[in-house]
């Protein structure tokens, strides 16, 4: 279920309250405060957009300074801020936000898709590795790596994805030469560059997977259609002997 914006943003700030007030009696006011900022930052993970993103991040820290209720130093209040970079690394602000590949999404996707036992597939921009278990669930004995951009979200997927090897870099830095399955699930304004990386790069018969987005210059060699389960459309291109460089 969607709520309606600004809702989300809304109740965030009531969770962070609710954490400033159950700890202020307890703690002392900077770890307080910096506890009760952590719900609204990780929550921001879920936002769409850049701006969402800070608004419900910033909202609680901002709410507690104009308040006046708490007594800290100039230099605290840049904390919050810090614990944003950390989670956003300053590029990602204008990349794909955090939505999770729905666990059947690829269902069907090794039948259309074959690859060898062994075969290196990467998920570019991997978040907190929702689509490595899903690319496992069909491809079991495939070598599955990761790249994500955000640290924590990187650190996280390695926790939670310990059959796959996750890194923290730029899914655009990544050679895709060395992959014969690339899965993205980003944005549609990636997908005319995640094209012109796969034509230049990826070998002949190697795949590129999209969630939800299409290529907006190749036609799809096969797609699995959106149903209830699968929550979006799966394109699939395989790199022709003519794209290849
Ligand atoms: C829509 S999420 C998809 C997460 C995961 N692939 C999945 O399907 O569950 C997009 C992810 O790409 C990451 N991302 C965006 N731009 C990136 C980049 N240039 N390099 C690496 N990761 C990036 C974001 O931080 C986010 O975690």
Request: include cysteine; charged fraction near 15%.
């Amino acid at each position: 279920m969607r709520l309606p914006w600004p809702l989300p943003a809304v109740l965030v700030w009531l969770l962070c309250w609710a954490v400033q007030m159950a700890l202020r009696p307890v703690l002392a006011p900077l770890p307080a405060m910096l506890l009760a900022a952590l719900p609204g930052v990780l929550l921001s993970l879920l936002a769409a957009h850049w701006w969402r993103r800070a608004l419900v991040a910033l909202g609680f820290p901002l709410s507690l300074a104009l308040s006046g209720s708490t007594a800290l130093p100039a230099w605290a209040w840049l904390l919050p801020v810090a614990m944003l970079v950390l989670v956003y690394p300053l590029h990602s602000w204008r990349d794909a936000p955090l939505f999770p590949t729905p666990i059947r999404a690829l269902d069907g996707l090794a039948q259309r898709a074959p690859l060898p036992p062994g075969a290196l597939v990467l998920d570019g921009g991997c978040g907190l590795g929702h689509g490595l278990r899903a690319l496992r669930a069909q491809y079991p004995r495939a070598r599955l790596c990761g790249v994500e951009w955000s640290p924590l979200l990187a650190l996280l997927c390695r926790l939670r994805c310990r059959f796959a090897r996750v890194r923290q870099g730029d899914l655009w830095a990544e050679d895709w030469r060395d992959y014969q399955m690339v899965y993205l699930f980003q944005r549609p304004e990636t997908m005319a560059r995640a094209s012109a990386k796969a034509r230049a790069e990826m070998l002949p018969g190697s795949w590129l997977v999209s969630l939800a987005f299409a290529l907006p210059d190749m036609p799809a060699s096969e797609k699995l259609d959106e149903t209830p389960r699968r929550g979006h459309t799966v394109w699939i291109y395989r790199m022709p002997a003519e794209d290849a460089v």
